[in-house]
């Protein structure tokens, strides 16, 4: 920065031959260094994989997450029956609505949920067929 430009004396021409020059120089620059930044964002993702799988490895965690079966629905809205809820997490906009109007929970229910399951203390013989 040894000779200061003064750029109250330059013409409007060479201003903006200065503006041009200067947009090239800094979009050279800044597409090398992004380009740089990119290389060392990618080799810090491997190291931070090869870090995680030889944890993993070490303590003998599986990537694979449990199957949990399907959870079939037990209530149905009577008005839009595509909309179900098994009866787990938050209640329903549908079924809240209808609880405070003063409906009850088992007016919902779908009635083969639960038709084939044994009762808790029940117990299938070994070896024989039920018997209906």
Do not use: C
């Not at 597409?31 to 090869?50: F, N, V």
């Not at 995680?52 to 949990?68: D, F, H, L, N, V």
């Amino acid at each position: 920065m040894a000779n200061k430009l003064n750029f109250d004396s330059m013409s409007v021409d060479e201003l903006w031959q200065l503006h041009e020059e200067l947009g090239r120089v800094l979009s050279t620059r800044l597409t090398t260094e992004k380009r740089e930044l990119e290389k060392r964002l990618s080799q810090l993702h491997r190291e931070d994989q090869a870090r995680y799988t030889e944890m993993q490895a070490s303590s003998g965690i599986s990537r694979s997450r449990r199957k949990y079966p399907a959870v079939l629905p037990k209530y149905r809205n009577p008005n839009t029956p595509g909309e179900t809820w098994s009866g787990r997490g938050k209640q329903p906009r549908w079924l809240v609505a209808a609880l405070k109007t003063g409906r009850r929970i088992e007016e919902f229910a779908i009635a083969q949920a639960g038709a084939n399951k044994r009762k808790s203390g029940e117990r299938r013989q070994k070896g024989h067929a039920s018997r209906v």
